[in-house]
Protein backbone atom coordinates (compact mmCIF):
# COMPACT_ATOMS: atom_id res chain seq x y z
CA UNK A 1 0.00 0.00 0.00
CA UNK A 2 1.72 3.48 -0.98
CA UNK A 3 1.91 5.90 2.09
CA UNK A 4 -0.16 9.23 1.78
CA UNK A 5 1.73 12.12 3.14
CA UNK A 6 -0.55 13.79 5.30
CA UNK A 7 1.11 16.45 8.39
CA UNK A 8 4.31 17.39 8.97
CA UNK A 9 4.81 18.68 12.47
CA UNK A 10 8.24 19.73 12.67
CA UNK A 11 10.16 20.43 16.24
CA UNK A 12 10.83 24.46 16.61
CA UNK A 13 11.03 26.89 19.16
CA UNK A 14 8.11 29.19 18.91
CA UNK A 15 10.16 31.89 20.74
CA UNK A 16 13.11 31.79 18.62
CA UNK A 17 12.06 34.11 16.08
CA UNK A 18 13.22 33.30 12.25
CA UNK A 19 16.73 31.57 13.37
CA UNK A 20 18.45 29.19 11.28
CA UNK A 21 20.69 28.04 13.48
CA UNK A 22 20.53 24.94 14.44
CA UNK A 23 16.52 23.91 14.17
CA UNK A 24 15.08 21.31 12.07
CA UNK A 25 12.79 23.90 11.37
CA UNK A 26 12.74 27.37 9.96
CA UNK A 27 9.92 28.96 7.94
CA UNK A 28 11.02 31.57 5.36
CA UNK A 29 9.46 35.04 4.96
CA UNK A 30 8.26 36.26 1.71
CA UNK A 31 11.49 37.67 -0.23
CA UNK A 32 13.84 35.68 1.22
CA UNK A 33 16.34 35.45 -1.45
CA UNK A 34 17.86 32.22 -2.81
CA UNK A 35 20.87 32.21 -1.23
CA UNK A 36 19.83 33.20 2.14
CA UNK A 37 17.11 29.98 1.87
CA UNK A 38 20.40 27.62 0.40
CA UNK A 39 22.35 29.17 3.47
CA UNK A 40 19.74 28.59 5.93
CA UNK A 41 19.17 25.44 4.51
CA UNK A 42 22.83 24.14 5.12
CA UNK A 43 22.15 24.83 8.99
CA UNK A 44 19.09 22.97 9.56
CA UNK A 45 20.01 19.92 11.71
CA UNK A 46 18.46 16.73 13.30
CA UNK A 47 16.62 17.08 16.91
CA UNK A 48 18.05 14.41 19.15
CA UNK A 49 15.66 12.38 18.53
CA UNK A 50 15.95 12.18 14.66
CA UNK A 51 19.99 11.77 14.86
CA UNK A 52 20.13 8.66 17.34
CA UNK A 53 17.46 7.23 14.64
CA UNK A 54 19.95 7.57 12.05
CA UNK A 55 22.93 6.43 13.68
CA UNK A 56 21.10 3.35 13.81
CA UNK A 57 21.54 2.61 10.38
CA UNK A 58 19.53 -0.56 10.37
CA UNK A 59 15.96 -1.43 11.62
CA UNK A 60 13.63 -4.33 11.69
CA UNK A 61 10.19 -5.11 10.93
CA UNK A 62 8.43 -7.89 12.24
CA UNK A 63 5.13 -8.41 10.10
CA UNK A 64 3.70 -11.27 12.28
CA UNK A 65 -0.25 -11.73 13.24
CA UNK A 66 -3.64 -13.31 12.04
CA UNK A 67 -2.04 -12.91 8.59
CA UNK A 68 1.08 -15.48 9.80
CA UNK A 69 -1.39 -18.10 9.73
CA UNK A 70 -3.84 -17.74 7.49
CA UNK A 71 -0.98 -16.93 4.34
CA UNK A 72 -2.69 -13.33 3.04
CA UNK A 73 -0.98 -10.17 2.81
CA UNK A 74 -3.88 -7.93 3.69
CA UNK A 75 -6.80 -9.82 6.04
CA UNK A 76 -10.39 -8.53 5.96
CA UNK A 77 -10.83 -8.28 9.87
CA UNK A 78 -13.24 -11.24 9.76
CA UNK A 79 -10.57 -13.95 10.59
CA UNK A 80 -11.37 -16.02 13.48
CA UNK A 81 -8.94 -15.66 16.51
CA UNK A 82 -8.33 -19.33 16.88
CA UNK A 83 -6.29 -19.44 14.07
CA UNK A 84 -3.64 -17.60 15.98
CA UNK A 85 -1.60 -20.21 17.91
CA UNK A 86 2.40 -20.08 17.53
CA UNK A 87 3.67 -23.66 18.48
CA UNK A 88 7.18 -22.30 19.89
CA UNK A 89 7.03 -18.31 19.55
CA UNK A 90 10.17 -17.21 20.93
CA UNK A 91 10.77 -13.21 21.11
CA UNK A 92 13.96 -13.27 22.22
CA UNK A 93 15.29 -15.36 19.40
CA UNK A 94 13.65 -13.10 16.77
CA UNK A 95 15.78 -9.77 18.43
CA UNK A 96 19.03 -11.52 18.78
CA UNK A 97 18.91 -12.94 15.33
CA UNK A 98 18.94 -9.29 14.33
CA UNK A 99 21.02 -7.71 16.73
CA UNK A 100 23.90 -10.45 15.73
CA UNK A 101 22.81 -9.16 12.25
CA UNK A 102 23.80 -5.30 13.28
CA UNK A 103 20.32 -4.16 13.95
CA UNK A 104 19.84 -1.75 16.68
CA UNK A 105 16.12 -1.88 16.94
CA UNK A 106 12.96 -3.55 15.82
CA UNK A 107 9.12 -3.04 15.04
CA UNK A 108 6.55 -4.89 15.96
CA UNK A 109 3.04 -4.94 13.95
CA UNK A 110 1.08 -4.27 17.09
CA UNK A 111 -1.50 -4.10 14.89
CA UNK A 112 -2.22 -4.75 11.19
CA UNK A 113 -5.07 -3.35 9.11
CA UNK A 114 -6.81 -6.87 9.79
CA UNK A 115 -7.48 -5.44 13.21
CA UNK A 116 -6.23 -8.31 15.02
CA UNK A 117 -4.16 -7.19 18.17
CA UNK A 118 -0.99 -8.88 19.28
CA UNK A 119 -1.44 -7.43 23.07
CA UNK A 120 -4.41 -8.12 25.70
CA UNK A 121 -5.97 -4.64 24.65
CA UNK A 122 -8.91 -3.73 26.67
CA UNK A 123 -10.55 -1.96 23.62
CA UNK A 124 -11.54 -4.98 21.55
CA UNK A 125 -11.91 -9.01 21.64
CA UNK A 126 -10.46 -9.34 18.11
CA UNK A 127 -6.99 -9.65 19.76
CA UNK A 128 -4.57 -12.88 21.45
CA UNK A 129 -6.60 -13.18 24.23
CA UNK A 130 -9.56 -14.81 21.90
CA UNK A 131 -6.98 -16.91 21.03
CA UNK A 132 -5.71 -20.53 22.00
CA UNK A 133 -2.02 -19.18 22.30
CA UNK A 134 -1.23 -19.25 26.04
CA UNK A 135 -4.61 -19.97 26.65
CA UNK A 136 -5.45 -16.66 25.80
CA UNK A 137 -3.05 -15.13 28.38
CA UNK A 138 0.04 -14.31 25.96
CA UNK A 139 1.26 -11.12 24.95
CA UNK A 140 3.38 -10.44 21.82
CA UNK A 141 3.94 -6.95 22.13
CA UNK A 142 5.29 -7.60 25.93
CA UNK A 143 7.27 -10.58 24.88
CA UNK A 144 9.27 -7.88 22.20
CA UNK A 145 9.54 -5.58 24.33
CA UNK A 146 11.07 -7.76 27.06
CA UNK A 147 13.44 -9.16 24.12
CA UNK A 148 14.60 -5.82 23.30
CA UNK A 149 15.26 -4.55 27.05
CA UNK A 150 17.30 -7.62 27.69
CA UNK A 151 19.43 -7.29 24.10
CA UNK A 152 19.68 -3.51 24.33
CA UNK A 153 17.89 -3.13 21.31
CA UNK A 154 15.58 -0.36 20.59
CA UNK A 155 12.02 -1.40 20.34
CA UNK A 156 8.92 0.30 18.47
CA UNK A 157 5.31 -0.58 17.35
CA UNK A 158 3.66 -0.14 13.90
CA UNK A 159 -0.12 1.04 14.73
CA UNK A 160 -2.08 0.44 11.97
CA UNK A 161 -4.84 3.59 11.10
CA UNK A 162 -6.81 1.67 8.77
CA UNK A 163 -8.80 -0.98 11.10
CA UNK A 164 -10.85 -3.36 9.04
CA UNK A 165 -12.37 -5.04 12.26
CA UNK A 166 -13.59 -1.79 14.32
CA UNK A 167 -16.99 -1.47 14.45
CA UNK A 168 -16.47 2.28 14.88
CA UNK A 169 -13.91 2.68 11.58
CA UNK A 170 -15.32 5.56 9.79
CA UNK A 171 -16.68 7.42 12.67
CA UNK A 172 -15.54 9.96 15.31
CA UNK A 173 -15.15 7.18 17.66
CA UNK A 174 -12.67 5.49 15.95
CA UNK A 175 -10.35 8.08 16.81
CA UNK A 176 -11.25 7.72 20.40
CA UNK A 177 -10.64 3.95 20.19
CA UNK A 178 -6.88 4.45 18.25
CA UNK A 179 -6.11 7.13 21.33
CA UNK A 180 -6.53 3.98 23.65
CA UNK A 181 -4.94 1.50 21.96
CA UNK A 182 -2.27 3.89 21.58
CA UNK A 183 -2.43 4.45 25.30
CA UNK A 184 -1.90 1.06 26.31
CA UNK A 185 1.00 0.62 23.77
CA UNK A 186 2.84 3.98 24.87
CA UNK A 187 2.31 3.04 28.72
CA UNK A 188 2.62 -0.73 29.19
CA UNK A 189 5.58 -1.87 28.20
CA UNK A 190 8.11 0.73 28.94
CA UNK A 191 10.03 2.80 26.79
CA UNK A 192 8.84 3.10 22.78
CA UNK A 193 11.58 4.39 20.64
CA UNK A 194 9.79 4.22 16.94
CA UNK A 195 5.94 4.38 16.35
CA UNK A 196 5.34 3.86 12.75
CA UNK A 197 2.19 5.03 11.13
CA UNK A 198 1.14 3.67 7.32
CA UNK A 199 -0.80 5.64 5.23
CA UNK A 200 -3.01 3.00 3.95
CA UNK A 201 -6.81 4.21 4.61
CA UNK A 202 -9.26 1.77 3.33
CA UNK A 203 -13.01 1.16 3.94
CA UNK A 204 -13.74 -0.41 6.99
CA UNK A 205 -16.47 -3.26 8.11
CA UNK A 206 -19.23 -0.55 7.22
CA UNK A 207 -17.97 0.41 4.24
CA UNK A 208 -16.70 3.80 5.76
CA UNK A 209 -13.38 5.60 5.48
CA UNK A 210 -11.86 7.12 8.45
CA UNK A 211 -10.17 10.53 8.89
CA UNK A 212 -7.37 9.79 10.82
CA UNK A 213 -6.76 12.59 13.80
CA UNK A 214 -2.97 12.50 12.92
CA UNK A 215 -2.54 15.59 15.27
CA UNK A 216 -4.10 14.30 18.52
CA UNK A 217 -1.81 10.97 18.32
CA UNK A 218 1.55 12.68 17.87
CA UNK A 219 0.54 15.01 20.75
CA UNK A 220 -0.10 11.92 23.12
CA UNK A 221 3.08 9.98 21.75
CA UNK A 222 4.87 13.44 22.36
CA UNK A 223 3.65 13.06 25.62
CA UNK A 224 4.09 9.59 26.89
CA UNK A 225 7.39 8.67 25.06
CA UNK A 226 8.88 11.97 24.00
CA UNK A 227 12.06 10.09 22.45
CA UNK A 228 10.24 8.27 20.06
CA UNK A 229 10.42 9.09 16.37
CA UNK A 230 6.79 8.82 14.32
CA UNK A 231 7.76 7.73 11.35
CA UNK A 232 5.78 7.71 7.67
CA UNK A 233 2.74 9.08 8.68
CA UNK A 234 4.53 11.17 11.20
CA UNK A 235 6.48 14.16 11.64
CA UNK A 236 10.59 12.77 12.11
CA UNK A 237 10.79 10.27 9.33
CA UNK A 238 9.99 10.04 5.94
CA UNK A 239 9.21 7.00 3.21
CA UNK A 240 11.59 6.69 1.26
CA UNK A 241 9.10 6.56 -1.82
CA UNK A 242 9.69 2.62 -2.99
CA UNK A 243 9.45 -0.63 -1.24
CA UNK A 244 12.10 -2.30 -3.32
CA UNK A 245 15.29 -1.02 -1.15
CA UNK A 246 16.33 1.59 -3.05
CA UNK A 247 16.76 4.80 -2.26
CA UNK A 248 17.19 8.09 -3.80
CA UNK A 249 21.03 8.90 -5.38
CA UNK A 250 20.09 12.57 -4.54
CA UNK A 251 18.58 12.22 -0.95
CA UNK A 252 18.07 15.69 0.93
CA UNK A 253 17.11 15.27 4.41
CA UNK A 254 16.13 19.06 4.10
CA UNK A 255 13.12 19.21 1.82
CA UNK A 256 10.21 22.31 2.04
CA UNK A 257 7.24 22.37 3.80
CA UNK A 258 4.73 24.54 2.62
CA UNK A 259 0.73 25.68 3.51
CA UNK A 260 2.27 26.76 6.92
CA UNK A 261 -1.18 27.91 8.22
CA UNK A 262 -2.54 24.82 8.54
CA UNK A 263 -2.54 22.57 11.67
CA UNK A 264 -0.72 24.68 14.45
CA UNK A 265 -0.36 22.40 17.22
CA UNK A 266 -0.59 24.35 20.28
CA UNK A 267 1.09 22.60 22.74
CA UNK A 268 4.75 22.75 23.96
CA UNK A 269 6.70 23.71 21.17
CA UNK A 270 5.40 22.09 18.30
CA UNK A 271 4.37 23.73 15.08
CA UNK A 272 2.53 21.69 12.38
CA UNK A 273 2.08 22.33 8.90
CA UNK A 274 1.54 20.48 5.58
CA UNK A 275 4.04 18.55 3.62
CA UNK A 276 3.76 19.20 -0.29
CA UNK A 277 1.14 16.88 -1.95
CA UNK A 278 2.26 13.05 -1.36
CA UNK A 279 3.16 12.99 -5.60
CA UNK A 280 6.58 14.84 -4.29
CA UNK A 281 7.40 11.84 -2.14
CA UNK A 282 8.25 9.35 -4.75
CA UNK A 283 10.10 12.64 -7.26
CA UNK A 284 14.04 12.00 -7.89
CA UNK A 285 15.00 15.19 -5.93
CA UNK A 286 12.93 16.46 -2.97
CA UNK A 287 15.35 19.21 -1.48
CA UNK A 288 17.70 20.58 -4.87
CA UNK A 289 17.98 23.78 -4.85
CA UNK A 290 15.23 24.35 -7.58
CA UNK A 291 12.90 22.32 -4.89
CA UNK A 292 13.39 25.28 -2.28
CA UNK A 293 14.05 28.08 -3.77
CA UNK A 294 10.09 28.70 -3.70
CA UNK A 295 9.99 27.10 -0.05
CA UNK A 296 7.41 28.83 2.60
CA UNK A 297 9.60 26.95 5.18
CA UNK A 298 12.40 24.16 5.35
CA UNK A 299 11.91 20.63 7.93
CA UNK A 300 14.80 18.39 8.76
CA UNK A 301 12.94 15.23 7.47
CA UNK A 302 15.19 12.15 6.61
CA UNK A 303 13.99 9.24 4.88
CA UNK A 304 13.58 5.57 5.86
CA UNK A 305 13.83 2.72 3.16
CA UNK A 306 11.49 -0.29 4.52
CA UNK A 307 11.84 -3.29 2.32
CA UNK A 308 10.71 -7.18 3.16
CA UNK A 309 13.67 -9.62 2.92
CA UNK A 310 10.58 -11.91 1.06
CA UNK A 311 8.69 -11.17 -1.57
CA UNK A 312 5.83 -10.94 1.61
CA UNK A 313 5.70 -8.80 4.22
CA UNK A 314 4.43 -11.44 5.78
CA UNK A 315 5.77 -15.45 6.35
CA UNK A 316 4.44 -17.73 3.44
CA UNK A 317 6.21 -20.96 3.77
CA UNK A 318 5.92 -21.29 0.09
CA UNK A 319 8.83 -18.02 0.03
CA UNK A 320 11.47 -19.95 1.71
CA UNK A 321 13.45 -20.09 -1.70
CA UNK A 322 12.71 -16.77 -2.22
CA UNK A 323 14.21 -15.06 0.92
CA UNK A 324 16.74 -12.56 -0.36
CA UNK A 325 20.05 -13.71 -0.82
CA UNK A 326 23.24 -12.43 1.12
CA UNK A 327 24.24 -10.63 -2.21
CA UNK A 328 21.12 -9.09 -2.63
CA UNK A 329 20.90 -7.97 0.87
CA UNK A 330 24.35 -5.92 0.61
CA UNK A 331 23.22 -4.35 -2.39
CA UNK A 332 19.74 -3.30 -0.41
CA UNK A 333 22.60 -1.91 2.27
CA UNK A 334 24.52 0.18 -0.40
CA UNK A 335 21.15 1.92 -2.04
CA UNK A 336 19.42 2.61 1.51
CA UNK A 337 22.50 3.47 4.11
CA UNK A 338 24.64 4.04 1.45
CA UNK A 339 22.10 6.68 0.13
CA UNK A 340 21.20 8.56 3.15
CA UNK A 341 18.56 6.73 4.66
CA UNK A 342 17.51 4.62 7.44
CA UNK A 343 17.08 0.86 6.37
CA UNK A 344 13.97 -0.66 7.35
CA UNK A 345 14.36 -4.31 6.72
CA UNK A 346 11.58 -6.50 7.31
CA UNK A 347 11.97 -10.33 8.83
CA UNK A 348 8.21 -11.69 9.39
CA UNK A 349 8.38 -14.63 12.14
CA UNK A 350 7.16 -17.74 10.93
CA UNK A 351 4.27 -19.96 11.94
CA UNK A 352 6.16 -21.59 14.83
CA UNK A 353 6.62 -18.21 16.34
CA UNK A 354 10.35 -18.16 15.09
CA UNK A 355 12.81 -16.20 12.20
CA UNK A 356 12.82 -19.11 9.87
CA UNK A 357 16.55 -20.87 8.91
CA UNK A 358 16.44 -19.42 5.41
CA UNK A 359 16.43 -15.92 7.06
CA UNK A 360 18.84 -16.27 9.92
CA UNK A 361 21.27 -17.89 7.18
CA UNK A 362 21.08 -15.12 4.94
CA UNK A 363 21.31 -12.51 7.84
CA UNK A 364 24.70 -14.19 9.30
CA UNK A 365 26.28 -14.61 5.88
CA UNK A 366 25.41 -11.00 5.23
CA UNK A 367 26.75 -9.99 8.37
CA UNK A 368 29.39 -11.21 8.13
CA UNK A 369 29.95 -10.08 4.36
CA UNK A 370 30.08 -6.20 6.17
CA UNK A 371 32.03 -6.86 8.86
CA UNK A 372 34.78 -8.68 6.15
CA UNK A 373 34.28 -5.44 3.83
CA UNK A 374 34.81 -2.29 6.40
CA UNK A 375 37.27 -4.08 8.59
CA UNK A 376 40.23 -1.88 7.29
CA UNK A 377 40.04 1.06 5.83
CA UNK A 378 42.48 1.72 3.11
CA UNK A 379 43.48 5.40 3.68
CA UNK A 380 44.44 4.89 7.11
CA UNK A 381 48.01 6.60 7.68
CA UNK A 382 48.09 7.75 4.26
CA UNK A 383 49.00 11.42 4.03
CA UNK A 384 46.55 13.79 3.37
CA UNK A 385 47.20 17.31 1.81
CA UNK A 386 44.60 20.23 1.04
CA UNK A 387 45.34 23.79 0.15
CA UNK A 388 42.14 25.27 2.00
CA UNK A 389 41.02 22.63 4.82
CA UNK A 390 40.96 22.47 8.07
CA UNK A 391 41.59 19.15 10.49
CA UNK A 392 42.00 17.06 7.88
CA UNK A 393 43.20 14.39 10.62
CA UNK A 394 39.52 14.37 11.03
CA UNK A 395 38.48 12.16 8.45
CA UNK A 396 40.30 9.24 9.15
CA UNK A 397 40.25 8.91 13.33
CA UNK A 398 37.06 7.03 13.39
CA UNK A 399 35.35 9.45 15.32
CA UNK A 400 31.76 10.73 14.70
CA UNK A 401 31.91 13.87 16.66
CA UNK A 402 34.60 15.68 14.73
CA UNK A 403 35.25 16.95 11.04
CA UNK A 404 37.00 17.90 8.43
CA UNK A 405 36.20 21.24 7.00
CA UNK A 406 37.16 24.57 5.03
CA UNK A 407 38.49 27.85 5.92
CA UNK A 408 36.88 30.83 5.58
CA UNK A 409 33.74 29.39 4.36
CA UNK A 410 35.00 27.90 1.23
CA UNK A 411 32.24 25.79 -0.81
CA UNK A 412 34.71 24.02 -2.66
CA UNK A 413 37.60 21.73 -2.15
CA UNK A 414 40.24 19.53 -3.07
CA UNK A 415 41.68 16.47 -1.11
CA UNK A 416 44.77 14.12 -2.05
CA UNK A 417 45.43 11.19 0.21
CA UNK A 418 48.84 9.51 -0.76
CA UNK A 419 48.78 6.12 0.54
CA UNK A 420 52.05 4.08 1.78
CA UNK A 421 51.85 1.59 -1.10
CA UNK A 422 49.29 1.25 -3.62
CA UNK A 423 46.10 -0.91 -2.70
CA UNK A 424 43.09 -2.27 -4.66
CA UNK A 425 39.82 -1.03 -3.61
CA UNK A 426 36.04 -1.30 -4.98
CA UNK A 427 34.26 0.34 -2.44
CA UNK A 428 33.89 4.17 -0.38
CA UNK A 429 32.46 5.60 1.89
CA UNK A 430 32.28 9.55 3.37
CA UNK A 431 29.82 11.14 5.77
CA UNK A 432 29.06 14.50 6.44
CA UNK A 433 28.68 15.29 9.93
CA UNK A 434 24.42 16.14 10.31
CA UNK A 435 25.06 17.62 13.91
CA UNK A 436 26.04 20.90 11.63
CA UNK A 437 23.84 20.22 8.71
CA UNK A 438 23.63 18.56 5.34
CA UNK A 439 25.49 20.71 2.52
CA UNK A 440 27.81 19.21 -0.27
CA UNK A 441 25.83 18.93 -4.18
CA UNK A 442 28.04 17.53 -5.56
CA UNK A 443 31.79 15.65 -5.23
CA UNK A 444 34.17 13.05 -7.28
CA UNK A 445 36.92 10.67 -6.20
CA UNK A 446 39.97 10.20 -8.61
CA UNK A 447 42.74 7.54 -8.77
CA UNK A 448 46.06 8.18 -9.74
CA UNK A 449 47.52 6.54 -12.77
CA UNK A 450 50.75 6.81 -15.30
CA UNK A 451 49.95 11.00 -13.24
CA UNK A 452 46.51 11.24 -14.51
CA UNK A 453 43.62 11.88 -12.11
CA UNK A 454 40.83 9.52 -13.48
CA UNK A 455 37.48 9.50 -11.44
CA UNK A 456 36.14 6.30 -10.07
CA UNK A 457 33.23 8.32 -8.35
CA UNK A 458 30.87 11.40 -9.82
CA UNK A 459 28.14 12.05 -7.25
CA UNK A 460 25.38 14.57 -6.18
CA UNK A 461 24.41 14.34 -2.18
CA UNK A 462 26.66 12.51 0.65
CA UNK A 463 24.47 13.27 4.21
CA UNK A 464 24.69 11.17 6.71
CA UNK A 465 26.76 8.41 4.92
CA UNK A 466 27.16 7.75 1.55
CA UNK A 467 28.73 4.37 -0.11
CA UNK A 468 29.72 3.22 -3.28
CA UNK A 469 30.55 -0.06 -4.85
CA UNK A 470 32.62 0.01 -8.01
CA UNK A 471 34.78 -2.20 -10.09
CA UNK A 472 38.19 -2.59 -8.31
CA UNK A 473 40.94 -0.02 -8.82
CA UNK A 474 44.13 -0.06 -7.57
CA UNK A 475 46.20 2.99 -7.13
CA UNK A 476 48.42 4.49 -4.23
CA UNK A 477 47.04 8.54 -4.52
CA UNK A 478 43.14 9.14 -5.23
CA UNK A 479 41.95 12.40 -4.70
CA UNK A 480 38.24 13.54 -3.52
CA UNK A 481 36.87 16.73 -4.78
CA UNK A 482 34.25 18.93 -3.46
CA UNK A 483 32.78 20.45 -6.17
CA UNK A 484 30.03 22.43 -4.53
CA UNK A 485 28.26 22.38 -1.22
CA UNK A 486 25.64 24.87 0.05
CA UNK A 487 28.05 26.13 3.03
CA UNK A 488 31.83 25.16 3.72
CA UNK A 489 31.31 21.42 3.63
CA UNK A 490 31.75 19.41 7.03
CA UNK A 491 33.32 15.85 6.71
CA UNK A 492 33.16 13.43 9.01
CA UNK A 493 34.50 10.56 7.67
CA UNK A 494 36.19 8.88 4.45
CA UNK A 495 37.07 5.09 3.50
CA UNK A 496 38.08 2.83 0.99
CA UNK A 497 37.74 -0.60 1.24
CA UNK A 498 38.49 -3.94 -0.57
CA UNK A 499 35.93 -6.74 -0.28
CA UNK A 500 34.75 -9.50 -3.42
CA UNK A 501 30.92 -10.71 -3.15
C1 LIG B 1 2.19 -1.14 3.69
C2 LIG B 1 1.17 -2.13 4.22
O1 LIG B 1 -0.03 -2.11 3.46
C3 LIG B 1 1.87 -3.46 4.11
O2 LIG B 1 1.06 -4.54 4.43
C4 LIG B 1 3.08 -3.38 5.03
O3 LIG B 1 2.66 -3.29 6.38
C5 LIG B 1 3.98 -2.18 4.66
C6 LIG B 1 5.14 -1.97 5.57
O4 LIG B 1 3.23 -1.01 4.62
O5 LIG B 1 1.69 0.06 3.31
Known amino acids: MRKYILPVVAMVSLSAPAR ?9 APGTSEQQI ?5 NIVPTARQLRWQQLELTAF ?9 GKEWGDGKEDPALFNPTALDAVQWVKTMKDAGF ?49 MGFGVYLSPWDRNASVYGTDAYNEFFVKQLTEL ?12 DGANGEGPNGKKQVYDFNRWYKLIRKLQPQAVIAIMGPDVRWVGTESGKGRRTEWSVVPTNNLDQDQIAAGSQQGMLFKPQSDMTGSDLGGRDRIATAKGLVWYPAETDVSIRPGWFYHADQDEKVKTPKELMQIYFTSVGMNSVLLLNVPPDKRGLINESDVRTLQQWSRMRKELFKTNLLAGAAITCNNGVNTAALLDGKDATYFTTRGGDTATTLVFKLKQPRTFNAFSIQEDIRIGQRVEQFSVYYKQDGAW ?18 PVTANEIKIEIESSRLNPTIASAGLYFYEW
Open 38 to 42: IQKAA
Open 104 to 152: KQVIITAKHHDGFCLWPTKTTDHSIKSSPWKSGKGDVVKEVAAACKKLG
Open 454 to 471: KPFVQETTIGYKRLLHFD
Open 186 to 197: LTWYGKVDEVWF
Open 20 to 28: AQKENFVSL
Open 62 to 70: FHFGINTFT
